[in-house]
């Protein structure tokens, strides 16, 4: 099992950034990888970035290439999502996830943070 519970979420105005984290615990670390998604209102959830299955490489959403990062610490269990140049349909509830095999499922979710963004 694995809990997952993200924070960092709030207002910001267009242009601003903000830098999520989520603190995972329940599970060696190294044993699951991490994402993150989001869901809009009105919206399905939408894939946002994530890390390879190996590792070695992250992926991302075309709508947020070049201005969000994952990054992680594996000393804290924690994965960041850095965002700049934020934009109003940024606006959403973001929520991390860990999956335990190499499949596109991801099997724990966090709570979601709500980040609200103002034009």
């Known amino acids: 099992q694995v809990q997952l519970v993200e924070s960092g979420g709030g207002l910001v105005q267009a242009g601003g950034s903000l830098r999520l984290s989520c603190a995972a615990s329940?599970?060696?670390?190294?044993?699951?990888?991490m994402g993150w998604f989001r869901q809009a209102p009105g919206k399905e959830r939408e894939f946002v970035a994530r890390f390879s299955w190996s590792g070695d490489n992250t992926d991302y959403a075309n709508s947020v290439k070049g201005r969000f990062t994952i990054s992680k610490d594996n000393a804290k269990n924690t994965v960041y999502l850095q965002m700049n140049s934020l934009k109003p349909e940024d606006t959403a509830v973001y929520y991390c996830?860990?999956?335990?095999?190499?499949?596109?499922?991801?099997?724990?979710w966090g709570q979601g943070t709500q980040v609200t963004v103002s034009s």
């Open positions: 329940g599970r060696t670390f190294s044993t699951y990888n």
């Open positions: 996830a860990a999956r335990i095999g190499p499949s596109d499922r991801y099997d724990y």
